[in-house]
């Protein structure tokens, strides 16, 4: 019975649209899970439409809603940004009508989450080249002091790249990540 909004996905992706619809969900995913999770990210690359076709005030609402909801039910829980995709703004123009997301959540909603999460996906060169020409110097910019944490950093070139190559970019983006202030890393 909760009314949804359909925002056009191939899929059939809705979310709810009235707030309190939201929080209710929240709160209850939250309690059923008290102590065993500990950890929740709001949203997964929420900096891509094909994920999140909302504007930067109504995923900073969720978000909002999402921590105090969350809170609520296990006040030990850590609330995490959504996942940004954090690539470049140039790559997100391509498949995003909000390529500057996080870097608005970021300046305008620190108050709303306990760590940054980061997805990063690709070779080591891109890892390393959006960390360091994008990720970093946004944070300093903005003054983002909460914990940085990855947690969506695949490489899926397994059948050309082999085994092998695929082993040696976890543990190249693993250190790099360590050597960079993150404070988790999910392959």
């Known amino acids: 019975g909760t009314p949804v909004r359909d925002i056009g996905w191939p899929h059939g992706f809705t979310y709810p649209v009235e707030p309190e619809v939201w929080r209710e ?10 102590g065993r999770v500990r950890y929740y990210e709001i949203w997964n690359e929420p900096d891509i439409d094909a994920f ?5 005030q109504e995923y900073i609402e969720k978000l909002r809603i999402a921590r105090h909801a969350i809170r609520s039910a296990d006040p030990g829980a850590i609330v995490g940004t959504g996942g940004f995709a954090f690539a470049t703004e ?7 009508r909000n390529p ?24 080591f060169p891109t890892f390393r ?15 983002v002091t909460q914990p940085l944490f990855f947690n969506e950093t695949g490489y899926s070139r397994l059948e050309r790249e082999g085994e092998i190559e695929q082993a ?12 960079r202030g993150a404070k988790a890393y999910f392959w």
Do not use: M, N
């Not at 709303?112 to 999460?117: R, S, T």
């Open 100 to 123: 500057t997301l996080q870097a608005d959540v970021l300046r305008l909603a620190q108050d709303a989450f306990d760590i940054h999460i980061a997805h990063i996906h690709g070779d």
């Open 129 to 143: 080249r959006r960390v360091d020409e994008y990720l970093i110097p946004t944070r300093r910019e903005l003054g």
């Open 168 to 179: 040696a970019t976890l543990v190249k983006k693993l250190t790099f990540a360590w050597s």
């Open 52 to 56: 999140f076709q909302g504007t930067t």
């Open 25 to 34: 969900f929240c709160h209850e995913f939250a309690r059923r899970l008290k």
């Open 90 to 96: 140039d790559w997100l123009a391509r498949v995003s």
